[in-house]
């Protein structure tokens, strides 16, 4: 089984920045991708970015480009999610989640944090 | 605005199937990329329900099952239970700029 434990909930002003932490545990690897989704109140899921620890080569959605920086501490098996210049849009549940490909053209998450709520509010 | 399409919402008695689809285009679902679907009850993280299409993980009930065809998918569920009252998201790969891990906007299922 994998584990993935998030840090806790955050209340940040218009215009700071945020880190959420990703601790894994368990049958993984820092081979193993690590990704970021958050969810708006009431909304879908949307990806941010992700991560493959190992290699510390991490990639970004378009929309977050220049705002969000993810990183990793191998030796710890954390996960890092910064994201910078908040606003109330951010407000969110911020999930990590493992990566997992079965076969070219087979991309999913198979393990997921329990969530972090982020509020921005002044 | 969700690059895959589903219901909102759908509902059923206790005991009836429903099928929530999933509504994508040619440059993810259509370009075969397999897709993937998730339950979330309230107030938890999403939960991987069906992988590949059609693979279930270990645990899931096999009154669960997902197809894929053209440019679109459907989850099926069978035998409706108090316990399924959840919100399911589709999810599967893309290669334009909005990807590459996209997803549906969920459906809300509602056992009546």
């Known amino acids: 089984q994998v584990h993935l434990v998030q840090s806790g909930a955050e209340v940040k002003k218009p215009g700071s920045s945020v880190r959420v932490s990703c601790k894994s545990s368990?049958?993984?690897?820092?081979?193993?991708?690590i990704s970021w989704v958050r969810q708006a109140p009431g909304q879908g899921l949307e990806w941010m970015g992700g991560?493959?620890?190992?290699?510390?080569?991490?990639n970004y959605a378009q929309k977050f480009q220049g705002r969000v920086t993810i990183t990793a501490d191998e030796s710890l098996n954390i996960v890092y999610l910064d994201l910078s210049s908040l606003t109330s849009e951010d407000t969110a549940i911020y999930f990590c989640?493992?990566?997992?490909?079965?076969?070219?053209?087979?991309?999913?998450?198979?393990?997921w944090g329990q969530g972090t709520l982020v509020t921005v509010s002044s | 605005q969700s690059v895959l399409t589903q219901p909102p919402s759908v509902s059923g008695a206790p005991g009836q199937t429903v099928t929530i689809s999933c509504t994508g285009s040619?440059?993810?679902?259509?370009?075969?990329?397999?897709v993937h679907w998730y339950q979330q009850l309230p107030g938890t993280a999403p939960r991987l329900l069906i992988y590949?299409?059609?693979s279930r993980p270990s645990g899931v009930p096999d009154r669960f099952s997902g197809s894929k065809s053209g440019t679109s998918a459907s989850l099926v569920l069978a035998g409706l239970q108090a316990e399924d009252e959840a919100t399911y998201f589709c999810?599967?790969?893309?290669?334009?700029?909005?990807?590459?891990?996209?997803f549906g906007g969920g459906t809300k299922v509602t056992v009546l």
């Open positions: 989640a493992r990566e997992a490909t079965l076969a070219q053209g087979v991309y999913y998450f198979d393990f």
């Open positions: 368990g049958a993984t690897s820092s081979s193993h991708p």
């Open positions: 991560i493959i620890p190992q290699f510390e080569a991490a």
């Open positions: 040619t440059s993810n679902i259509g370009a075969g990329f397999a």
């Open positions: 590949d299409n059609n």
């Open positions: 999810q599967s790969y893309d290669t334009t700029q909005s990807g590459p891990w996209v």
